[in-house]
């Protein structure tokens, strides 16, 4: 039976690229994460340590940082599209470059309530993502957003599942809704998109389905947050979610004569529930 080298690519994870704009008194700052990878014909460098056709790795890393500075940040995407262009353009075996960028915010240091020119504090929490795909005949982008941490103290019930012999689940007709939401979307065109705007809308959106739509499973949450996304998104192809189910856990203060109406909790750490969800058109194929 013969034996042969299956799917590889290669690249550099992680390059952490930080941007400062300075060409006025109030400076921009733009905090990224860059993962870039090359697929193609690349099997000579595994069966014959022939590295003819490999950009190095560190070639890539040097080429995110002078792509900060040679074609800026102005988003991610549109950053990721550049640099993957770059890369592919760099590397005739290659047949694409993927690039995946998370963008961690900043925002200006209140002083005398107005933001600071040069002074900015991490914004807690959430991450922006960005993942270009340059292949030979397009460009694929998926934005997102990670570690979108959500709860809501009502609105939120569990009930009329499936039982057996193992279930100790009790009905909740009132619970915390609580989740650190992953959730990316696919555009259907790369071309004449306002990356931030989008980026905004999509997220504003998430949040307010979130708040408004009393949920019966965290399941049907994902799946109304997808739906008004493409409602509102046509330039929108698909939307996946992945949800951990961050249980809040009621405490039993009867030992110590109190009540508890839905006033103290405990949340847990581990396990959690994991619920994954794509939403997508009708229409649509699945992308490869
Ligand atoms: O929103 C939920 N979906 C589930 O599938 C599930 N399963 C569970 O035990 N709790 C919950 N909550």
Redesign the pocket.
């Known amino acids: 039976m013969g034996i042969r080298l299956g799917p590889n690519r290669y690249g550099k994870a992680e390059s952490r690229v930080v941007r400062i704009v300075r060409d006025t008194e109030r400076h921009e700052i733009r905090d990224l994460t860059v993962s870039t990878s090359l697929h193609g014909d690349f099997t000579a460098a595994h069966t014959d340590g022939d590295q003819s056709h490999v950009l190095p790795t560190d070639t890539q890393k040097n080429t995110a940082f002078a792509f900060a500075k040679k074609h800026g940040v102005a988003s991610p995407e549109d950053y990721a599209i550049a640099l993957g262009s770059r890369l592919l353009e760099a590397t005739p075996y290659a047949t694409g470059a993927e690039v995946v960028v998370d963008e961690h915010a900043w925002d200006r240091i209140e002083v005398d309530g107005a933001g600071h020119d040069h002074a900015f504090v991490r914004r807690g929490g959430e991450v922006r993502t960005a993942r270009v795909e340059v292949e030979r005949d397009g460009v694929h982008v998926t934005s997102g957003v990670k570690d979108l941490v959500l709860l809501k103290s009502t609105g939120?019930e569990?009930k009329g599942?499936l039982r057996d012999d193992y279930t100790t689940?009790d009905d909740?007709d009132d619970r915390i809704?609580a989740t650190a939401l992953r959730a990316t979307w696919r555009h259907s065109r790369a071309d004449g998109v306002d990356w931030n705007a989008s980026y905004a809308a999509v997220r504003a959106l998430v949040l307010s389905t979130f708040a408004t739509t009393y949920?019966?499973?965290?399941?049907?949450?994902l799946y109304a947050t997808g739906r008004a996304v493409l409602e509102a998104h046509e330039g929108i192809a698909e939307i996946s979610f992945v949800a951990p189910?961050k249980?809040h856990f009621l405490v039993d203060l009867a030992p110590f004569g109190l009540d508890n109406p839905g006033e103290v909790f405990i949340a847990a750490d581990r396990p959690y529930?994991l619920?994954e969800a794509t939403v997508t058109r009708e229409e649509e194929d699945r992308w490869p």
């Not at 949920?215 to 949450?221: C, G, H, K, V, Y």
């Open positions: 939120s569990f599942f689940l909740a809704l949920s019966r499973a965290l399941q049907e949450t189910n249980h529930g619920i």
